[in-house]
């Protein structure tokens, strides 16, 4: 005989269902969290565009060298960067030296050394702006075409 009658395994429904019910609770709990995520309006998330814009600032210019605007006039971009809202970076080239080196069989190659100053910047954003100063060494390398090697890259991200 059973001393429970007909509550076999109603624990085990209880147990499920406060579960589910915590589970839910938890979930809503975690999404209405301090830091709101995919907000474009938050400052950490304008922060990382700001520093992101500088680091693209960047890697454009190297991409561009030779080439040079003019000796340390700057060039800014705006990209956007969502629905609602655009960044925007500004480099300065300078070009800081000149090295000639040796290559195999006689070759003599010039070496020539940038400094790259990128600002990136979101409008709206009173933090201020991140900023990347690189030093870059460009030329030819033996049997190969020129190419340029970042050899110094400091940052300073938005305060």
Same mark, same amino acid.
């Given at each position: 005989?059973n001393?429970?009658?007909g509550?076999?395994?109603?624990a085990?429904?209880?147990?499920?269902?406060?579960?589910?019910?915590?589970?839910?609770?938890?979930?809503?709990?975690?999404?209405?969290?301090a830091?709101?995520?995919?907000?474009?309006?938050?400052p950490?998330?304008r922060?990382a565009?700001a520093?992101?814009?500088?680091?693209?600032?960047?890697?454009a210019?190297v991409?561009?060298l030779p080439e040079?605007?003019?000796?340390?006039?700057?060039?800014?971009?705006r990209?956007?960067?969502?629905?609602?809202?655009s960044?925007q970076?500004?480099?300065t080239?300078r070009?800081t030296?000149r +090295?000639?080196v040796? *290559?195999e069989?006689g070759t003599v &190659?010039a070496l020539e =050394?940038?400094?790259?100053?990128s @600002?990136?910047s979101v409008?709206?954003?009173?933090?201020?702006?991140a900023?990347i100063?690189? +030093?870059?060494?460009y *030329?030819?390398r033996?049997?190969s &075409?020129?190419?340029? =090697?970042i050899?110094?890259?400091? @940052?300073?991200?938005?305060?």
């Open positions: 005989m001393p429970m009658g509550q076999k395994g109603s085990l429904v209880v147990a499920m269902l406060l579960l589910v019910l915590l589970s839910a609770a938890g979930m809503y709990v975690v999404s209405r969290s830091i709101p995520s995919g907000d474009a309006s938050h950490f998330h922060a565009v520093r992101n814009m500088a680091r693209a600032g960047v890697h210019a991409a561009r040079t605007p003019g000796e340390g006039i700057p060039y800014r971009r990209l956007p960067v969502g629905p609602n809202l960044g970076y500004s480099v080239i070009k030296g +090295e000639t040796s *290559g069989r &190659s =050394t940038y400094e790259i100053v @600002e990136g409008p709206g954003f009173p933090s201020g702006t900023r100063r690189a +030093e870059v060494r *030329g030819p033996p049997s &075409s020129p190419r340029a =090697t050899r110094k890259w400091e @940052e300073s991200s938005p305060g």
